[in-house]
C-alpha cells in the first residue's frame, strides 16, 4: 500500500468518530437521560462534563451532540471556546457564529435568520457557504452578549413549536471561566430560562477540567446545584482494546497480533487522546498491513515522542525549573523501566516528597499506594527515558 493511499483512522487531537467510540455507556446514559427530560418536558438541564487532560470530554459531548441531531431531531452546537474567549463578549460571538455556522451546513438558515435578524447582514460567508464569519463593532458585540439570553430564548421558542430542543455544548473553558462575570452569566441565564413562562427545550452542557469548575464555584457557588457532573475516569483495558481492534481491523483492514495489541493497551493507559497517538504512530510504523510486536515497539518510541513534546515539555519540563526536579523525573523513568511492575517507590528517592506530589497534581504520576507511585502511562515514561539520555549526551559533551 503506498504513501497515498494510506489513510490512517487515528485522529490525535481531535474527538473521536462514532464509528471509533468506545465505553462511557454509564456516562452517556446520564447525559441522554437530561437530553430526554429537557426535551420532553420542555425545560432546561445542565451537566458538566469533567476529568484529566486526554480523557475524552469532548469525544463524549460530541457524541451527544451526534445523538441529539440524528436520533432525536434535535438542534445541537458544540461550541469550543478556547484561550480566546477572555470576555462575555468574545463568548457570546463565538457561539453565535457556530450556529449560524451549524444553521448553514443543516438547513435552517432562514429560522435562524428570522431570529438573528439585523446581525446575519454582519455574516460573511466563506467558500462554499458553510463557514461563517461576523463582522461587529465593539458595542455590536457588547449588545450581542446583553442579548444572549433572549435570543436563545427565541431560538427555544421556536424549536419547541416543532417538537424539538436544543443541546448547547460549551466546551475549553480555560481563557473565561477565571472571571468572576462568566460564571454570574452562566448562573443568570440557568435562573432565566428556569423561570421562564416559555417553553426552554434546553441541555446545556460544560465542559471542561475540574480546575475550571472549580474556579467557576469559587465565583459563584451556586453553580455547585445547577449542573449534574459527569465525571470521565480512564477507560478499561477492555474498552481500549476494543478501540484498536476497530480502528485497525475494521476501519484500516490491518490484522493485529495479540502481543502488539497488549503493548498498545498498556501503553496507552486508558486515555483516548493517547489512544490516538499511539494508534496513528503504529499505524505508519507498519508496512505489510500486519502489526506485530516489531512494529508496535517501532510505534511506541514514535509516540512518546509526540507525546512528549505536545504534553510534557509544554505541561511538565516548562514547569519544572528546578534541575534536580528534572534529574528526579529521569530516576523515575529508570526506576520503572527496570521494575516488573513499573512501581516507584518514595524510599529510593530522598528528600522527594514535593517532586512526587507535583508530578501527581501534573498526572505525570498517580500513587498507588502508600509509598508507591506509577507513571500514569507508558509513553510519559519512555518520554523521560528518553529526555534522560538527552541529557546525559549534552553532559558528556
Keep these: ?37 429537557s426535551f420532553r418536558q420542555q425545560r432546561v438541564e ?21 445523538q441529539v441531531e440524528f436520533l432525536w431531531n434535535g438542534y445541537a452546537v ?57 463582522h461587529l463593532t465593539t458595542e455590536e458585540r457588547r449588545q450581542l452578549a446583553s442579548d444572549f439570553t433572549a435570543i436563545l430564548e427565541d431560538l427555544l421558542s421556536q424549536a419547541a413549536q416543532e417538537g424539538r430542543g436544543w443541546l448547547l455544548v460549551l466546551d475549553d473553558l480555560n481563557g473565561i471561566a477565571p472571571l468572576p462575570e462568566f460564571a454570574h ?12 413562562r416559555q417553553p426552554t427545550p434546553l441541555c446545556l452542557v460544560l465542559v471542561g477540567l475540574p ?28 474498552f481500549v482494546a476494543e478501540f484498536f481492534q476497530k480502528a485497525f481491523e475494521e476501519q484500516a483492514g490491518m490484522e493485529v497480533a495479540k502481543d502488539a495489541l497488549d503493548a498498545m493497551v498498556k501503553a496507552s493507559g486508558g486515555y483516548p487522546a493517547l489512544m490516538h497517538e499511539v494508534g496513528d504512530a503504529v499505524f505508519w510504523t507498519d508496512s505489510d498491513n500486519f502489526i506485530d510486536l516489531t512494529d508496535a515497539a517501532k510505534g511506541l518510541v514514535a509516540a512518546a515522542q509526540q507525546v512528549g513534546r505536545k504534553y510534557l515539555d509544554r505541561q511538565v519540563y516548562e514547569a519544572l525549573h528546578s534541575e ?5 523525573l529521569r530516576r523515575c523513568a529508570r526506576m520503572a523501566f527496570n521494575s516488573p511492575d513499573r512501581i516507584i517507590r518514595r524510599r529510593d528517592l530522598t528528600g522527594a516528597d514535593n517532586f512526587l506530589r507535583r508530578m501527581v497534581e501534573l498526572s505525570v504520576l498517580q500513587r498507588v499506594r502508600s509509598g508507591e507511585y506509577r507513571f500514569t502511562n507508558e509513553l510519559y515514561m519512555l518520554y523521560a527515558l528518553m529526555e534522560a539520555e538527552t541529557a546525559k549526551t549534552r553532559h558528556t559533551r
Excluded at 46 to 63: L, N, P, W
Excluded at 185 to 196: E, G, H, Q, R, Y
Excluded at 212 to 237: G, K, T, Y
Design 1 to 37: 500500500m503506498g504513501m497515498i493511499e494510506k489513510q490512517s483512522p487515528f485522529m490525535p487531537g481531535r474527538p473521536v468518530t462514532p464509528e471509533l467510540f468506545v465505553g462511557r455507556k454509564g456516562e452517556l446514559e446520564r447525559l441522554q437521560r437530561l437530553v430526554l427530560q
Design 46 to 66: 445542565c451537566a458538566f462534563i469533567t476529568g484529566e487532560r486526554g480523557i475524552g470530554k469532548s469525544s463524549v459531548a460530541q457524541m451527544l451532540a451526534t
Design 78 to 134: 458544540h461550541s469550543y471556546l478556547g484561550l480566546r474567549a477572555k470576555s462575555l463578549e468574545d463568548a457570546a460571538e463565538r457561539v453565535v457564529t457556530d450556529l449560524l455556522t451549524r444553521a448553514r451546513q443543516q438547513g435552517w438558515w432562514e429560522k435562524a435568520k428570522a431570529v438573528l435578524g439585523k446581525l446575519v447582514e454582519k455574516v460573511e460567508l466563506g467558500l462554499f457557504g458553510t463557514v461563517v464569519r461576523i
Design 185 to 196: 452569566f452562566i448562573k443568570s441565564l440557568v435562573d432565566s430560562l428556569a423561570t421562564s
Design 211 to 238: 480546575e475550571r469548575r472549580d474556579e467557576l464555584m469559587r465565583n459563584q457557588p451556586s453553580i455547585a446545584r445547577i449542573f449534574d457532573v459527569i465525571v470521565l475516569s480512564r477507560l478499561e483495558d477492555k
Design 324 to 328: 534536580k526536579y528534572r534529574e528526579l
